[in-house]
């Protein structure tokens, strides 16, 4: 009879175990990587096999917008914080520390007050406006190239597993300003970039978090001639991929995505509250429900 109870607890305490682990398997983990100047008619002709790969196996559009002007600084100012340049106000592009740092939260702010981790790679030193105290639990900045930036982002994924991560390869806007969009040496770039990409998905699969995991691979802007910051789709449109947990495989998004909706997917893929006054909405398309 005693043996029996025993057995009784033990099954009880499985069960519980499994449910606690059924309920672990959403997305605890969003990574976004941005490649600079990532026009998708260059990145679409570019050897990027890991990339390819990805949207094949995930869901994406290579018609995403991005904000007005298509320029570096704002742009990512929208798609770190989910509201529109008239809202967060970076209207400069250099790192500027008269400027001091930007004005509204940032979706690292909002991800840290709920508890999670953050953390951010990137390849020029104007996204200092960005870190702001106490919302990255670690901020680097390496402008020595996209193979240094994800070796260090691999080596702090395997390390720490970040809740929240930005990745930011530069070269490929560096080889665009000074060969042209398009040029075989920002072909190159971005085949670099490529390889960059391949360290932090096999950093995320050490880490042994893949299965807990959502990449959303995007750009600030394109490019045309030598140059960007235009209005024309040339430079306004972008790509948009996700992969991972939960994302619909093999999807082509239908819906329009703007760069801002990368911080309102990030926190609503990790189940935070959205804020209300926000411009960006979830990409709820590209993913299973919850
Ligand atoms: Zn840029
Ligand atoms: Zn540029």
Request: proline fraction near 4%.
């Amino acid at each position: 009879m005693r043996y029996l109870k025993r057995l009784l607890v033990a099954a009880v305490f499985l069960v519980c175990f499994a449910a606690q682990a059924t309920a672990a398997q959403g997305v605890e983990h969003v990574f976004i990587i941005s490649f600079d100047g990532g026009k998708p008619a260059v990145m679409r002709q570019s050897r990027m096999p890991v990339l390819s790969a990805m949207l094949s196996d995930g869901a994406g559009t290579w018609q995403a917008q991005t904000v007005f002007p298509s320029v570096t600084l704002g742009s990512h100012a929208s798609m770190l914080t989910g509201v529109l340049p008239a809202r967060h106000k970076v209207d400069w592009n250099e790192w500027i520390p008269a400027k001091g740092l930007i004005a509204v939260p940032t979706v690292f702010a909002l991800a840290k007050q709920a508890g999670l981790t953050t953390a951010m790679f990137a390849g020029k030193e104007k996204f200092k406006h960005f870190n702001l105290p106490g919302t990255l639990d670690k901020f680097e900045i390496l402008s020595s190239g996209a193979k240094a930036v994800a070796r260090a982002a691999a080596g702090y994924i395997v390390a720490s597993r970040p809740n929240l991560c930005f990745i930011h390869f530069a070269d490929s806007d560096g080889a665009g300003h000074t060969y042209g969009w398009g040029s075989p040496e920002q072909m190159q770039a971005f085949a670099d970039e490529d390889l960059a990409l391949r360290m932090v998905r096999d950093a995320i699969a050490q880490a042994g978090i893949a299965a807990t995991s959502v990449l959303i691979l995007s750009a600030d802007h394109g490019g045309h001639d030598k140059t960007h910051g235009s209005g024309s789709p040339e430079d306004m449109t972008i790509p948009w991929i996700t992969w991972g947990a939960r994302v619909k495989r093999g999807t082509a998004i239908s819906a329009r995505v703007n760069t801002y909706d990368t911080a309102a997917t990030a926190l609503w893929l990790l189940n935070l509250t959205l804020p209300q006054d926000w411009d960006g909405k979830p990409v709820t398309s590209a993913y299973l429900d919850k």
